[in-house]
């Protein structure tokens, strides 16, 4: 069972499918990473000039970013992703949205959240980046 699982997925079929699917399969393991807490992955993934705006709308950084999927002792269950959609901004851009619902354990308390997170990639010398993210609470 992937640790990632999309449900209700609706993908806005805007420019050429396989750049779509491109870009997806980025988001997918752009995903697993963030919940198997890699690390390199994630270093590799995120571009060094990211902008990272958190569920409280403080302006963060790739550090802050990763770390905050790093923490030690924090453990992420399967996500599931609902109303999933691509908005492609020509062949080497596209913003991937969806509304999430993430549990876990952090500083041995179990933990939900609900929000929906806007994550715009990049591809740059054939390798896609994650360039700008967004999360918003949903209450």
Do not use: H, N
């Not at 399969?25 to 752009?30: H, L």
């Amino acid at each position: 069972m992937s640790i990632l699982t999309a449900s209700l997925a609706t993908v806005m079929l805007v420019s050429a499918p396989q750049a779509t699917q491109d870009v997806l399969a980025f988001a997918d393991a752009f995903d697993r990473a963030q919940l198997a807490q890699d690390v390199a992955a994630l270093d590799e993934m995120v571009a060094d000039t990211l902008v990272f705006i958190d569920s409280s709308g403080k302006r963060q950084d790739k550090k802050a970013f990763i770390a905050g999927w790093s923490a030690p002792g924090d453990r992420f269950d399967p996500v599931v992703l609902a109303d999933r959609v691509v908005v492609p901004l020509g062949p080497d851009a596209a913003v991937v949205s969806a509304e999430a619902t993430l549990s876990g354990t952090s500083g041995g308390k179990r933990f939900s959240s609900r929000f929906r997170f806007a994550d715009t990639f990049v591809r740059t010398g054939g390798k896609w980046r994650a360039t700008y993210i967004q999360v918003t609470p949903i209450r």
